[in-house]
């Protein structure tokens, strides 16, 4: 089936530590999202890529990082610079402007 | 940065009861989505709706892209349709930038 396969679902780390969060796409889509949502709130843009190789902060861009090697690809470094990364975090994507967004299931990411 | 306001934040309705969401936004717009997030996180596409009118079911959707704003309605609601309803607004530096959402608890 296509769609948009988040991985781990759920990610306890130490405070301190470095976690990439993986998002893969099979639906050939150019445009992909990052989005973080804390309890009760909405989803806020961390970072975004409309094509391989290129990508723009989003609104909260500071102790995070990406990468977009491959057009199904776009994972996400929560790095230890992130003030408090415990949080859901969703990927998404989309053909290009102007069409629907999907997304994945998103991944639990607890620091303690 | 474009600024997208829903309202109401939070509403509670028996069962049967109809609703109305609405999603404000301050600059022209490519696109704008309406989602359903699930207990689990999930979102669940709505509705892609720049423009115009469409329906679904008990759940349909207008977007006045001239005055911005685009309004949700859901009709005879039941104890599913509980969940966040979010207003998603794709802006001309293709950045999509998301409401804070309208919390609906559909009481039994």
């Known amino acids: 089936d296509g769609g948009i396969t988040q991985s781990p679902k759920y990610l306890f780390r130490k405070e301190g530590q470095n976690v990439t969060l993986s998002c893969e796409q099979n639906?050939?889509?150019?445009?992909m999202y990052w989005y973080r949502q804390d309890p009760g709130q909405g989803l806020r843009l961390i970072y975004y890529?409309?094509?391989?190789?290129?990508?723009q902060k989003g609104d909260i861009a500071e102790g995070y990082s990406v990468s977009r090697e491959k057009k199904e690809s776009f994972p996400l470094t929560v790095t230890s610079a992130q003030k408090n990364p415990t949080a859901f975090y969703l990927c998404a994507s989309t053909r290009g402007s102007g069409n629907t967004i999907y997304f994945g299931e998103g991944s639990w990411l607890t620091v303690v | 940065g474009i600024q997208v306001e829903q309202s109401p934040p939070d509403l509670i309705l028996q069962e049967g009861a109809n609703s109305t969401l609405r999603c404000n936004f301050s600059?022209?717009?490519?696109?704008l989505q309406w989602f359903h997030q699930n207990p689990w996180g999930q979102l669940i596409n709505l509705f892609y709706i720049p423009s115009g009118t469409k329906q679904n079911g008990r759940l349909s959707a207008t977007t006045v892209a001239t005055e911005r704003y685009s309004l949700l309605y859901i009709s005879s609601s039941q104890t599913t349709d509980s969940g966040v309803y979010f207003c998603a607004v794709e802006s001309r530096d293709d950045k999509i930038i998301f409401g804070k959402g309208t919390r609906l608890h559909i009481l039994p």
């Open positions: 600059d022209s717009v490519n696109n």
């Open positions: 890529s409309q094509i391989v190789n290129d990508f």
């Open positions: 639906l050939n889509h150019d445009a």
